[in-house]
Protein backbone atom coordinates (compact mmCIF):
# COMPACT_ATOMS: atom_id res chain seq x y z
CA UNK A 1 0.00 0.00 0.00
CA UNK A 2 1.81 3.55 -0.79
CA UNK A 3 2.41 5.15 1.93
CA UNK A 4 -0.34 8.26 2.63
CA UNK A 5 -2.59 9.82 4.85
CA UNK A 6 -6.18 9.36 4.03
CA UNK A 7 -7.60 7.52 1.25
CA UNK A 8 -6.69 8.45 -2.57
CA UNK A 9 -8.59 6.65 -5.81
CA UNK A 10 -6.09 4.90 -7.09
CA UNK A 11 -5.78 2.69 -3.61
CA UNK A 12 -9.33 2.00 -3.56
CA UNK A 13 -9.19 1.04 -7.36
CA UNK A 14 -6.37 -1.23 -6.66
CA UNK A 15 -8.52 -2.84 -3.37
CA UNK A 16 -11.32 -3.12 -5.79
CA UNK A 17 -8.93 -5.30 -8.61
CA UNK A 18 -8.22 -7.54 -5.89
CA UNK A 19 -11.26 -7.88 -4.83
CA UNK A 20 -12.66 -9.07 -8.18
CA UNK A 21 -9.49 -11.14 -9.10
CA UNK A 22 -10.14 -13.11 -5.70
CA UNK A 23 -13.56 -12.90 -5.94
CA UNK A 24 -13.49 -11.83 -2.80
CA UNK A 25 -17.00 -9.97 -0.99
CA UNK A 26 -15.08 -7.87 1.58
CA UNK A 27 -11.90 -6.72 2.78
CA UNK A 28 -11.09 -4.91 5.88
CA UNK A 29 -7.60 -2.85 6.02
CA UNK A 30 -6.65 -0.89 8.73
CA UNK A 31 -3.34 1.06 8.04
CA UNK A 32 -1.88 3.97 10.04
CA UNK A 33 -5.09 4.85 12.14
CA UNK A 34 -7.26 4.90 8.89
CA UNK A 35 -9.45 1.77 8.91
CA UNK A 36 -11.35 0.57 5.81
CA UNK A 37 -13.86 -1.82 4.53
CA UNK A 38 -15.07 -2.49 1.28
CA UNK A 39 -17.84 -4.82 0.51
CA UNK A 40 -19.56 -6.46 -2.92
CA UNK A 41 -22.60 -7.57 -3.39
CA UNK A 42 -25.92 -7.42 -4.41
CA UNK A 43 -28.48 -5.89 -2.60
CA UNK A 44 -29.57 -8.70 0.35
CA UNK A 45 -33.05 -8.73 1.80
CA UNK A 46 -32.55 -8.68 5.78
CA UNK A 47 -31.27 -11.99 6.90
CA UNK A 48 -30.13 -13.86 10.56
CA UNK A 49 -26.45 -15.65 10.22
CA UNK A 50 -26.26 -19.05 12.37
CA UNK A 51 -23.35 -21.44 11.13
CA UNK A 52 -24.38 -21.51 7.90
CA UNK A 53 -21.77 -21.97 4.94
CA UNK A 54 -20.27 -18.67 3.23
CA UNK A 55 -22.62 -17.65 0.39
CA UNK A 56 -20.84 -18.89 -2.50
CA UNK A 57 -20.88 -22.27 -2.01
CA UNK A 58 -19.53 -24.75 -4.56
CA UNK A 59 -20.91 -27.48 -6.21
CA UNK A 60 -17.07 -29.63 -4.65
CA UNK A 61 -17.82 -29.23 -1.33
CA UNK A 62 -21.20 -30.99 -0.89
CA UNK A 63 -19.78 -34.81 -0.62
CA UNK A 64 -22.14 -35.43 -3.99
CA UNK A 65 -21.20 -39.09 -5.55
CA UNK A 66 -20.01 -38.62 -9.23
CA UNK A 67 -22.26 -36.86 -10.81
CA UNK A 68 -24.48 -39.76 -13.60
CA UNK A 69 -22.94 -39.45 -16.86
CA UNK A 70 -26.33 -39.36 -19.14
CA UNK A 71 -26.50 -41.66 -22.85
CA UNK A 72 -25.25 -38.36 -24.63
CA UNK A 73 -22.69 -37.55 -22.39
CA UNK A 74 -24.44 -35.12 -20.51
CA UNK A 75 -24.29 -34.55 -16.53
CA UNK A 76 -26.46 -33.18 -14.16
CA UNK A 77 -25.70 -30.64 -11.70
CA UNK A 78 -27.82 -31.25 -8.78
CA UNK A 79 -28.88 -28.86 -5.52
CA UNK A 80 -26.26 -29.24 -2.70
CA UNK A 81 -28.97 -27.63 -0.61
CA UNK A 82 -32.33 -27.03 0.09
CA UNK A 83 -33.91 -23.81 -0.72
CA UNK A 84 -36.02 -21.69 -3.57
CA UNK A 85 -34.20 -21.52 -6.85
CA UNK A 86 -33.35 -18.22 -8.65
CA UNK A 87 -32.03 -17.67 -12.13
CA UNK A 88 -31.16 -13.97 -11.41
CA UNK A 89 -30.00 -11.54 -8.62
CA UNK A 90 -33.18 -10.36 -8.75
CA UNK A 91 -37.08 -10.69 -10.59
CA UNK A 92 -36.47 -8.81 -13.54
CA UNK A 93 -32.77 -8.99 -13.62
CA UNK A 94 -30.52 -11.08 -17.02
CA UNK A 95 -30.56 -14.84 -15.71
CA UNK A 96 -27.17 -16.53 -14.68
CA UNK A 97 -27.32 -18.65 -17.69
CA UNK A 98 -29.43 -19.35 -20.59
CA UNK A 99 -29.62 -22.67 -22.60
CA UNK A 100 -26.50 -22.98 -25.09
CA UNK A 101 -24.68 -20.59 -22.92
CA UNK A 102 -20.71 -21.81 -21.97
CA UNK A 103 -20.02 -21.51 -18.47
CA UNK A 104 -16.57 -21.38 -16.65
CA UNK A 105 -15.32 -23.18 -13.15
CA UNK A 106 -16.40 -20.99 -10.21
CA UNK A 107 -18.66 -19.08 -12.67
CA UNK A 108 -22.40 -18.24 -10.79
CA UNK A 109 -24.99 -20.23 -12.01
CA UNK A 110 -27.96 -19.40 -10.45
CA UNK A 111 -28.99 -18.80 -6.68
CA UNK A 112 -30.50 -20.83 -4.18
CA UNK A 113 -31.69 -19.07 -0.87
CA UNK A 114 -32.47 -20.06 2.04
CA UNK A 115 -32.80 -19.05 5.55
CA UNK A 116 -33.09 -15.86 3.91
CA UNK A 117 -29.81 -15.90 2.42
CA UNK A 118 -29.15 -16.09 -1.12
CA UNK A 119 -26.26 -18.25 -1.81
CA UNK A 120 -24.42 -18.41 -5.35
CA UNK A 121 -24.41 -21.39 -6.67
CA UNK A 122 -21.08 -21.92 -9.44
CA UNK A 123 -20.07 -24.50 -11.53
CA UNK A 124 -17.17 -26.97 -10.51
CA UNK A 125 -16.18 -27.67 -13.89
CA UNK A 126 -15.90 -25.75 -17.59
CA UNK A 127 -19.23 -26.97 -19.26
CA UNK A 128 -22.23 -25.94 -21.89
CA UNK A 129 -25.91 -25.39 -20.21
CA UNK A 130 -27.98 -27.93 -22.35
CA UNK A 131 -31.22 -27.77 -20.31
CA UNK A 132 -32.65 -25.98 -17.30
CA UNK A 133 -34.28 -28.24 -15.09
CA UNK A 134 -35.96 -26.05 -12.84
CA UNK A 135 -38.59 -23.32 -13.49
CA UNK A 136 -37.56 -19.68 -11.24
CA UNK A 137 -38.59 -19.57 -8.01
CA UNK A 138 -39.09 -23.61 -7.42
CA UNK A 139 -38.84 -25.00 -4.56
CA UNK A 140 -35.58 -27.32 -4.48
CA UNK A 141 -34.67 -29.94 -2.27
CA UNK A 142 -30.90 -31.34 -1.76
CA UNK A 143 -29.50 -33.34 -4.91
CA UNK A 144 -32.72 -32.17 -7.38
CA UNK A 145 -31.36 -31.67 -10.53
CA UNK A 146 -30.89 -28.23 -12.02
CA UNK A 147 -28.71 -27.80 -15.00
CA UNK A 148 -27.81 -30.50 -17.50
CA UNK A 149 -24.43 -29.95 -18.89
CA UNK A 150 -21.87 -31.13 -21.02
CA UNK A 151 -18.68 -30.69 -19.72
CA UNK A 152 -15.85 -29.59 -21.82
CA UNK A 153 -12.58 -31.74 -22.00
CA UNK B 1 -56.40 -28.45 15.84
CA UNK B 2 -52.82 -26.81 17.29
CA UNK B 3 -51.13 -26.86 14.20
CA UNK B 4 -51.89 -27.80 10.09
CA UNK B 5 -48.22 -29.32 9.40
CA UNK B 6 -45.32 -30.06 11.46
CA UNK B 7 -41.77 -31.13 10.48
CA UNK B 8 -40.11 -34.28 12.53
CA UNK B 9 -36.53 -33.17 12.18
CA UNK B 10 -35.48 -36.78 12.56
CA UNK B 11 -35.37 -40.25 10.94
CA UNK B 12 -35.99 -43.86 12.22
CA UNK B 13 -38.76 -45.13 14.85
CA UNK B 14 -39.03 -41.77 16.56
CA UNK B 15 -39.84 -40.01 13.48
CA UNK B 16 -42.42 -42.64 12.74
CA UNK B 17 -43.72 -42.11 16.64
CA UNK B 18 -43.83 -38.51 16.41
CA UNK B 19 -46.18 -39.00 12.89
CA UNK B 20 -47.86 -41.21 14.76
CA UNK B 21 -49.44 -38.77 16.62
CA UNK B 22 -49.83 -35.96 14.48
CA UNK B 23 -51.82 -38.37 12.00
CA UNK B 24 -54.42 -38.69 15.44
CA UNK B 25 -54.21 -35.03 15.96
CA UNK B 26 -55.09 -34.61 12.09
CA UNK B 27 -51.74 -32.90 11.78
CA UNK B 28 -50.44 -33.08 8.04
CA UNK B 29 -46.68 -34.10 8.65
CA UNK B 30 -42.98 -33.62 6.66
CA UNK B 31 -40.07 -35.99 6.82
CA UNK B 32 -36.85 -34.47 6.33
CA UNK B 33 -34.60 -37.34 4.67
CA UNK B 34 -30.81 -38.06 3.85
CA UNK B 35 -29.96 -39.23 0.78
CA UNK B 36 -29.24 -42.33 2.16
CA UNK B 37 -32.76 -42.76 3.46
CA UNK B 38 -34.77 -42.19 0.38
CA UNK B 39 -36.97 -45.53 1.24
CA UNK B 40 -36.64 -45.31 5.27
CA UNK B 41 -40.27 -45.49 7.14
CA UNK B 42 -40.51 -42.43 7.86
CA UNK B 43 -40.67 -41.06 4.27
CA UNK B 44 -43.26 -42.93 3.05
CA UNK B 45 -44.91 -42.17 6.35
CA UNK B 46 -45.18 -38.41 6.26
CA UNK B 47 -47.52 -36.49 3.88
CA UNK B 48 -44.56 -34.52 2.06
CA UNK B 49 -40.80 -35.07 2.59
CA UNK B 50 -37.85 -33.46 1.95
CA UNK B 51 -34.62 -34.69 0.86
CA UNK B 52 -31.95 -32.41 3.33
CA UNK B 53 -28.74 -33.57 2.01
CA UNK B 54 -26.61 -36.61 1.62
CA UNK B 55 -25.59 -39.82 4.31
CA UNK B 56 -23.17 -37.58 6.47
CA UNK B 57 -25.55 -36.29 9.23
CA UNK B 58 -23.38 -33.33 9.48
CA UNK B 59 -24.94 -32.28 6.46
CA UNK B 60 -28.31 -33.75 6.50
CA UNK B 61 -29.73 -34.03 10.40
CA UNK B 62 -27.70 -31.79 11.52
CA UNK B 63 -27.80 -28.74 8.84
CA UNK B 64 -29.51 -26.06 10.63
CA UNK B 65 -30.15 -24.44 7.06
CA UNK B 66 -31.44 -27.24 5.23
CA UNK B 67 -33.60 -28.35 7.73
CA UNK B 68 -34.87 -24.94 8.53
CA UNK B 69 -34.82 -24.03 4.53
CA UNK B 70 -36.88 -27.33 4.28
CA UNK B 71 -39.71 -25.65 6.66
CA UNK B 72 -39.74 -22.60 4.90
CA UNK B 73 -40.48 -24.39 1.71
CA UNK B 74 -43.57 -26.30 3.29
CA UNK B 75 -44.83 -23.92 5.43
CA UNK B 76 -44.72 -25.50 8.65
CA UNK B 77 -45.48 -24.04 11.60
CA UNK B 78 -43.65 -26.24 14.31
CA UNK B 79 -40.84 -28.76 14.42
CA UNK B 80 -40.42 -31.04 16.08
CA UNK B 81 -36.59 -31.78 16.63
CA UNK B 82 -37.66 -36.01 17.53
CA UNK B 83 -34.36 -37.37 20.00
CA UNK B 84 -30.77 -36.78 19.18
CA UNK B 85 -29.62 -34.75 16.44
CA UNK B 86 -30.64 -31.37 17.06
CA UNK B 87 -32.73 -31.61 20.17
CA UNK B 88 -30.76 -30.21 22.77
CA UNK B 89 -29.51 -27.59 20.23
CA UNK B 90 -30.45 -24.79 22.04
CA UNK B 91 -29.02 -22.49 18.53
CA UNK B 92 -31.39 -24.60 16.84
CA UNK B 93 -34.39 -24.07 19.13
CA UNK B 94 -33.58 -20.45 18.63
CA UNK B 95 -33.31 -20.81 14.65
CA UNK B 96 -37.14 -21.96 14.99
CA UNK B 97 -38.44 -18.78 17.16
CA UNK B 98 -36.01 -16.99 15.15
CA UNK B 99 -37.90 -18.03 11.95
CA UNK B 100 -41.56 -17.74 12.87
CA UNK B 101 -41.28 -21.75 13.61
CA UNK B 102 -43.02 -22.98 17.01
CA UNK B 103 -40.33 -25.04 18.43
CA UNK B 104 -42.07 -28.38 20.13
CA UNK B 105 -39.91 -28.69 22.83
CA UNK B 106 -38.50 -26.60 25.73
CA UNK B 107 -37.33 -22.79 25.40
CA UNK B 108 -33.91 -22.18 23.99
CA UNK B 109 -33.14 -20.86 27.29
CA UNK B 110 -34.02 -24.09 29.01
CA UNK B 111 -32.21 -26.27 26.60
CA UNK B 112 -29.03 -24.18 27.63
CA UNK B 113 -29.51 -24.00 30.99
CA UNK B 114 -29.67 -27.61 31.25
CA UNK B 115 -27.28 -28.65 28.18
CA UNK B 116 -24.41 -27.27 30.03
CA UNK B 117 -23.95 -30.54 32.98
CA UNK B 118 -22.03 -28.57 35.60
CA UNK B 119 -23.96 -25.66 35.38
CA UNK B 120 -27.18 -27.80 35.59
CA UNK B 121 -25.76 -29.85 38.68
CA UNK B 122 -25.30 -26.08 40.54
CA UNK B 123 -29.24 -24.71 39.29
CA UNK B 124 -30.73 -27.83 40.71
CA UNK B 125 -28.57 -27.60 44.29
CA UNK B 126 -30.14 -23.93 44.16
CA UNK B 127 -33.64 -24.95 43.42
CA UNK B 128 -33.37 -28.03 46.52
CA UNK B 129 -32.31 -30.63 44.74
CA UNK B 130 -29.38 -32.07 45.76
CA UNK B 131 -26.32 -32.97 42.91
CA UNK B 132 -24.29 -36.38 43.04
CA UNK B 133 -21.22 -35.04 45.20
CA UNK B 134 -18.54 -33.58 42.73
CA UNK B 135 -16.73 -30.29 41.78
CA UNK B 136 -18.60 -27.01 41.77
CA UNK B 137 -18.69 -26.37 37.67
CA UNK B 138 -15.72 -27.89 35.69
CA UNK B 139 -12.41 -28.95 36.73
CA UNK B 140 -9.68 -26.69 34.36
CA UNK B 141 -7.27 -29.27 34.26
CA UNK B 142 -5.41 -32.62 36.09
CA UNK B 143 -4.51 -30.41 39.24
CA UNK B 144 -7.70 -29.17 40.31
CA UNK B 145 -9.68 -32.62 39.27
CA UNK B 146 -7.01 -34.20 41.70
CA UNK B 147 -8.26 -31.76 44.53
CA UNK B 148 -11.93 -32.25 43.55
CA UNK B 149 -11.38 -36.14 43.90
CA UNK B 150 -9.39 -36.27 47.23
CA UNK B 151 -12.23 -34.31 48.79
CA UNK B 152 -14.59 -36.54 47.24
CA UNK B 153 -12.70 -39.91 47.72
CA UNK B 154 -12.16 -42.31 45.20
CA UNK B 155 -13.53 -43.74 43.43
CA UNK B 156 -14.48 -40.83 40.57
CA UNK B 157 -16.15 -40.37 37.37
CA UNK B 158 -15.20 -37.44 34.78
CA UNK B 159 -17.59 -36.31 32.75
CA UNK B 160 -18.23 -33.95 29.76
CA UNK B 161 -19.79 -31.03 30.55
CA UNK B 162 -21.19 -30.45 27.12
CA UNK B 163 -22.55 -34.15 26.93
CA UNK B 164 -25.38 -36.75 26.57
CA UNK B 165 -26.16 -39.82 25.70
CA UNK B 166 -23.96 -41.58 27.39
CA UNK B 167 -20.48 -40.12 25.97
CA UNK B 168 -17.63 -38.68 27.40
CA UNK B 169 -17.92 -40.47 30.93
CA UNK B 170 -15.30 -42.01 32.22
CA UNK B 171 -14.32 -43.49 35.82
CA UNK B 172 -11.08 -43.50 37.51
CA UNK B 173 -10.09 -45.13 40.94
CA UNK B 174 -6.48 -43.17 41.79
CA UNK B 175 -4.60 -40.19 40.60
CA UNK B 176 -2.76 -41.61 37.81
CA UNK B 177 -5.97 -42.75 36.56
CA UNK B 178 -7.83 -39.53 36.89
CA UNK B 179 -4.65 -37.89 35.21
CA UNK B 180 -5.90 -40.71 31.78
CA UNK B 181 -9.11 -40.52 31.99
CA UNK B 182 -9.51 -36.49 32.32
CA UNK B 183 -7.39 -36.31 28.78
CA UNK B 184 -9.31 -38.77 27.08
CA UNK B 185 -12.76 -37.48 27.96
CA UNK B 186 -11.36 -34.24 26.84
CA UNK B 187 -10.78 -35.33 23.58
CA UNK B 188 -14.14 -37.30 23.13
CA UNK B 189 -15.95 -34.65 24.63
CA UNK B 190 -14.01 -32.27 21.82
CA UNK B 191 -14.61 -34.40 19.41
CA UNK B 192 -18.33 -35.63 20.09
CA UNK B 193 -19.52 -31.85 21.48
CA UNK B 194 -17.19 -29.28 19.99
CA UNK B 195 -16.40 -28.66 23.79
CA UNK B 196 -13.42 -29.87 26.40
CA UNK B 197 -14.95 -29.28 29.11
CA UNK B 198 -15.53 -31.46 31.65
CA UNK B 199 -16.21 -32.06 35.68
CA UNK B 200 -16.06 -34.42 38.43
CA UNK B 201 -18.53 -36.79 40.56
CA UNK B 202 -18.45 -39.06 43.02
CA UNK B 203 -18.81 -42.50 41.69
CA UNK B 204 -22.04 -44.15 43.53
CA UNK B 205 -20.88 -47.65 43.92
CA UNK B 206 -24.53 -49.63 43.34
CA UNK B 207 -26.41 -47.23 41.81
CA UNK B 208 -29.70 -47.21 39.89
CA UNK B 209 -30.19 -45.44 37.37
CA UNK B 210 -34.06 -43.14 38.08
CA UNK B 211 -35.03 -40.90 36.08
CA UNK B 212 -38.47 -38.89 36.51
CA UNK B 213 -40.46 -37.66 33.70
CA UNK B 214 -41.85 -33.69 33.77
CA UNK B 215 -44.45 -31.84 31.46
CA UNK B 216 -44.94 -28.35 31.99
CA UNK B 217 -46.81 -25.77 30.20
CA UNK B 218 -45.97 -22.12 29.95
CA UNK B 219 -48.41 -20.98 32.62
CA UNK B 220 -46.62 -22.22 35.36
CA UNK B 221 -48.17 -25.77 35.96
CA UNK B 222 -46.11 -28.85 35.76
CA UNK B 223 -47.05 -32.46 36.58
CA UNK B 224 -44.93 -35.86 37.11
CA UNK B 225 -45.60 -38.56 35.34
CA UNK B 226 -43.51 -40.63 37.73
CA UNK B 227 -40.24 -42.63 37.56
CA UNK B 228 -38.69 -45.22 34.94
CA UNK B 229 -35.04 -47.47 36.14
CA UNK B 230 -32.59 -47.58 33.32
CA UNK B 231 -29.89 -49.06 35.12
CA UNK B 232 -29.39 -51.67 31.96
CA UNK B 233 -26.59 -49.84 30.23
CA UNK B 234 -24.15 -50.59 28.45
CA UNK B 235 -21.43 -48.51 27.97
CA UNK B 236 -23.57 -45.55 29.22
CA UNK B 237 -26.25 -46.39 26.40
CA UNK B 238 -29.62 -47.70 27.91
CA UNK B 239 -30.87 -51.08 26.73
CA UNK B 240 -33.69 -51.61 29.50
CA UNK B 241 -35.86 -50.14 30.97
CA UNK B 242 -38.57 -50.17 33.01
CA UNK B 243 -41.72 -48.58 35.09
CA UNK B 244 -42.14 -48.51 38.28
CA UNK B 245 -39.04 -48.51 40.03
CA UNK B 246 -39.53 -51.25 42.11
CA UNK B 247 -37.06 -50.06 44.73
CA UNK B 248 -39.20 -47.24 45.18
CA UNK B 249 -41.75 -46.48 47.80
CA UNK B 250 -45.33 -44.82 47.52
CA UNK B 251 -44.19 -42.34 49.88
CA UNK B 252 -40.54 -41.60 48.54
CA UNK B 253 -42.17 -41.06 44.76
CA UNK B 254 -44.23 -38.85 46.24
CA UNK B 255 -41.45 -36.27 48.60
CA UNK B 256 -39.58 -36.34 45.09
CA UNK B 257 -42.36 -35.45 42.70
CA UNK B 258 -43.31 -32.78 45.03
CA UNK B 259 -39.45 -31.84 45.56
CA UNK B 260 -39.34 -32.02 41.67
CA UNK B 261 -42.09 -29.87 40.30
CA UNK B 262 -41.17 -27.08 42.49
CA UNK B 263 -37.77 -27.16 41.31
CA UNK B 264 -39.19 -27.19 37.64
CA UNK B 265 -41.61 -24.55 37.84
CA UNK B 266 -39.20 -22.22 40.17
CA UNK B 267 -37.13 -22.49 36.68
CA UNK B 268 -39.57 -21.72 34.33
CA UNK B 269 -39.15 -25.06 32.37
CA UNK B 270 -41.57 -25.89 30.12
CA UNK B 271 -42.81 -28.81 27.57
CA UNK B 272 -41.21 -32.17 28.75
CA UNK B 273 -38.28 -32.58 30.40
CA UNK B 274 -36.25 -35.89 32.53
CA UNK B 275 -34.50 -35.56 35.67
CA UNK B 276 -32.58 -38.16 35.67
CA UNK B 277 -30.88 -39.82 39.39
CA UNK B 278 -28.66 -41.94 41.02
CA UNK B 279 -30.12 -43.93 43.72
CA UNK B 280 -28.14 -45.35 46.29
CA UNK B 281 -28.66 -48.70 48.53
CA UNK B 282 -29.73 -45.84 50.93
CA UNK B 283 -32.86 -44.74 49.10
CA UNK B 284 -30.81 -41.29 48.58
CA UNK B 285 -31.15 -39.93 45.06
CA UNK B 286 -28.41 -37.87 43.39
CA UNK B 287 -29.20 -35.14 40.58
CA UNK B 288 -27.25 -36.38 37.85
CA UNK B 289 -28.64 -34.60 34.39
CA UNK B 290 -31.92 -33.09 33.06
CA UNK B 291 -32.76 -33.85 28.99
CA UNK B 292 -34.60 -31.23 27.55
CA UNK B 293 -36.55 -34.03 25.00
CA UNK B 294 -38.41 -36.04 24.37
CA UNK B 295 -36.52 -39.64 25.35
CA UNK B 296 -36.41 -42.69 23.82
CA UNK B 297 -38.40 -44.51 26.51
CA UNK B 298 -41.52 -42.01 27.05
CA UNK B 299 -42.89 -45.29 25.56
CA UNK B 300 -43.27 -47.17 29.04
CA UNK B 301 -44.35 -44.26 30.78
CA UNK B 302 -47.44 -43.90 28.60
CA UNK B 303 -48.06 -47.64 29.14
CA UNK B 304 -48.48 -47.10 32.49
CA UNK B 305 -50.19 -43.70 32.24
CA UNK B 306 -52.27 -44.50 29.46
CA UNK B 307 -50.79 -41.03 28.25
CA UNK B 308 -49.69 -39.90 24.71
CA UNK B 309 -46.66 -37.61 25.90
CA UNK B 310 -45.96 -36.58 22.02
CA UNK B 311 -49.60 -35.18 21.39
CA UNK B 312 -49.22 -33.40 24.83
CA UNK B 313 -45.82 -31.59 23.69
CA UNK B 314 -47.96 -30.88 20.55
CA UNK B 315 -50.62 -29.37 22.56
CA UNK B 316 -48.24 -27.99 24.99
CA UNK B 317 -46.30 -25.98 22.35
CA UNK B 318 -48.95 -24.67 20.61
CA UNK B 319 -49.72 -22.69 23.66
CA UNK B 320 -52.61 -24.76 25.74
CA UNK B 321 -52.97 -25.10 29.08
CA UNK B 322 -51.56 -28.10 30.62
CA UNK B 323 -55.37 -30.07 31.63
CA UNK B 324 -53.34 -32.50 33.54
CA UNK B 325 -53.57 -32.21 37.11
CA UNK B 326 -51.01 -34.51 39.67
CA UNK B 327 -54.05 -35.95 41.18
CA UNK B 328 -55.28 -37.02 38.04
CA UNK B 329 -52.19 -39.10 37.27
CA UNK B 330 -52.49 -42.72 38.29
CA UNK B 331 -49.81 -45.38 37.49
CA UNK B 332 -51.47 -48.82 36.22
CA UNK B 333 -49.43 -52.00 36.28
CA UNK B 334 -45.95 -52.13 34.88
CA UNK B 335 -44.44 -52.03 31.53
CA UNK B 336 -40.93 -52.69 30.49
CA UNK B 337 -38.96 -51.79 27.00
CA UNK B 338 -36.17 -53.64 25.99
CA UNK B 339 -34.24 -51.67 22.70
CA UNK B 340 -33.50 -53.79 20.26
CA UNK B 341 -30.60 -52.78 18.18
CA UNK B 342 -28.92 -54.03 14.81
CA UNK B 343 -25.73 -55.17 16.73
CA UNK B 344 -23.76 -58.36 17.33
CA UNK B 345 -23.60 -59.34 20.72
CA UNK B 346 -21.61 -62.14 20.71
CA UNK B 347 -19.01 -59.60 18.45
CA UNK B 348 -18.83 -56.88 21.73
CA UNK B 349 -21.89 -55.67 20.03
CA UNK B 350 -20.61 -54.42 16.54
CA UNK B 351 -22.87 -52.79 14.45
CA UNK B 352 -24.36 -55.11 11.66
CA UNK B 353 -26.32 -52.82 9.15
CA UNK B 354 -27.85 -55.09 6.19
CA UNK B 355 -30.94 -56.09 4.11
CA UNK B 356 -34.07 -57.32 6.92
CA UNK B 357 -34.85 -60.46 4.77
CA UNK B 358 -37.78 -61.76 7.10
CA UNK B 359 -39.88 -59.76 9.68
CA UNK B 360 -42.67 -60.64 11.82
CA UNK B 361 -43.69 -58.43 14.76
CA UNK B 362 -45.07 -59.46 18.26
CA UNK B 363 -48.38 -58.99 18.88
CA UNK B 364 -51.25 -60.01 21.84
CA UNK B 365 -52.27 -58.65 24.70
CA UNK B 366 -49.86 -56.07 26.66
CA UNK B 367 -47.48 -55.60 23.50
CA UNK B 368 -46.16 -52.56 21.98
CA UNK B 369 -43.76 -51.94 18.69
CA UNK B 370 -42.30 -49.00 17.82
CA UNK B 371 -40.17 -49.48 14.72
CA UNK B 372 -39.40 -48.13 11.50
CA UNK B 373 -37.83 -51.30 10.15
CA UNK B 374 -40.08 -53.70 7.42
CA UNK B 375 -40.00 -56.71 5.11
CA UNK B 376 -36.85 -55.95 2.55
CA UNK B 377 -35.48 -52.69 4.46
CA UNK B 378 -31.97 -51.94 4.03
CA UNK B 379 -30.41 -50.27 7.24
CA UNK B 380 -28.13 -47.78 6.67
CA UNK B 381 -24.83 -47.78 8.21
CA UNK B 382 -24.23 -44.33 8.73
CA UNK B 383 -26.79 -43.91 11.79
CA UNK B 384 -27.51 -45.00 15.20
CA UNK B 385 -28.22 -48.98 15.28
CA UNK B 386 -31.46 -48.80 17.13
CA UNK B 387 -33.77 -50.26 15.09
CA UNK B 388 -37.08 -51.12 17.46
CA UNK B 389 -38.43 -50.46 20.55
CA UNK B 390 -40.34 -53.64 22.16
CA UNK B 391 -42.57 -52.62 24.80
CA UNK B 392 -44.79 -54.57 27.46
CA UNK B 393 -47.30 -53.79 29.72
CA UNK B 394 -49.05 -56.07 32.72
CA UNK B 395 -50.76 -55.68 35.37
CA UNK B 396 -47.58 -56.51 37.60
CA UNK B 397 -43.68 -56.98 36.75
CA UNK B 398 -44.59 -60.40 36.46
CA UNK B 399 -46.73 -60.56 33.80
CA UNK B 400 -44.44 -57.90 31.99
CA UNK B 401 -41.82 -59.77 32.18
CA UNK B 402 -43.70 -63.20 31.20
CA UNK B 403 -45.23 -60.96 27.97
CA UNK B 404 -41.76 -59.42 27.20
CA UNK B 405 -40.33 -63.23 27.00
CA UNK B 406 -43.47 -64.07 24.45
CA UNK B 407 -43.08 -61.60 22.73
CA UNK B 408 -38.81 -62.17 22.48
CA UNK B 409 -39.87 -65.29 21.46
CA UNK B 410 -42.44 -63.92 18.41
CA UNK B 411 -40.45 -61.17 17.17
CA UNK B 412 -38.77 -62.63 14.07
CA UNK B 413 -36.11 -59.98 12.32
CA UNK B 414 -33.58 -62.05 10.08
CA UNK B 415 -30.83 -60.97 7.40
CA UNK B 416 -28.91 -58.95 10.20
CA UNK B 417 -27.62 -59.50 13.72
CA UNK B 418 -29.62 -57.98 16.40
CA UNK B 419 -30.10 -57.75 20.30
CA UNK B 420 -32.38 -60.42 20.83
CA UNK B 421 -31.00 -63.45 21.65
CA UNK B 422 -28.89 -60.57 24.63
CA UNK B 423 -32.45 -59.13 26.01
CA UNK B 424 -33.85 -63.15 26.13
CA UNK B 425 -30.47 -63.96 28.67
CA UNK B 426 -31.51 -60.60 30.24
CA UNK B 427 -35.27 -61.89 30.97
CA UNK B 428 -33.87 -65.30 32.16
CA UNK B 429 -31.45 -63.66 34.85
CA UNK B 430 -32.09 -64.32 38.08
CA UNK B 431 -31.02 -60.23 39.73
CA UNK B 432 -32.71 -59.39 36.99
CA UNK B 433 -36.22 -61.32 38.25
CA UNK B 434 -35.19 -60.62 41.71
CA UNK B 435 -35.14 -56.83 41.10
CA UNK B 436 -31.28 -56.40 41.56
CA UNK B 437 -30.33 -53.99 39.11
CA UNK B 438 -27.35 -51.53 39.23
CA UNK B 439 -26.08 -49.23 36.90
CA UNK B 440 -23.07 -52.24 36.77
CA UNK B 441 -25.41 -54.91 35.85
CA UNK B 442 -24.22 -55.81 32.78
CA UNK B 443 -20.40 -56.00 34.19
CA UNK B 444 -21.18 -59.16 35.09
CA UNK B 445 -23.26 -60.31 32.56
CA UNK B 446 -22.00 -63.51 30.19
CA UNK B 447 -23.58 -62.25 26.51
CA UNK B 448 -22.28 -65.85 25.39
CA UNK B 449 -22.72 -68.96 26.80
New interface residues.
Given amino acids: MPEKKGLDIETLKEIIKIMKENDLSEICIEQNGLKMQVKQGYNQPPHAVYNVPVQTVHEKTTSLAEPETNSDNSIFISAPMVGTFYEATKPGEKPYVKVGDSVTAGQVICIIEAMKIMNEITADMDCDILEIMVKNGQDIMFDDHLFRVRPKD | MPFNKILVANRGEIAVRVMRACREMGIRTVAVYS?ADADSMHVKYADEA?????S?KS??YL????????A???NVEAIHPGTGFLAEAP?FAE?CR??GITFIGPTPENIEMMGDKANARQLMSKAGIEPIPGSKGVSRNEKEAIKVAHKLGYPVVVKSAAGGGGIGIREAYNDAGLINVFQLVQGEAKAAFGNSEVYIEKLIERARHVEFQILADKYGNAVCLGERECSIQRRKQKLVEETPCIAITPKIREDMIKSLLKAIKSMKYINVGTVEFLMDTDGKFYFMEMNTRIQVEHTITEMVTSLDLVKEQIRLAAGEKLTLRQGDIYFNGHAIECRINAEDPEKKFMPFPGTIDNFYAPGGPGIRLDTHIYNGYKIPPFYDSLIAKLITHGKDRNEAIARMKRALDEIVISGIKTTIPFHKKIMEDERFLRGEIYVNFLNSFNVSE
Fill in positions: SVCIGPDKSSLSNIIGADITHADH
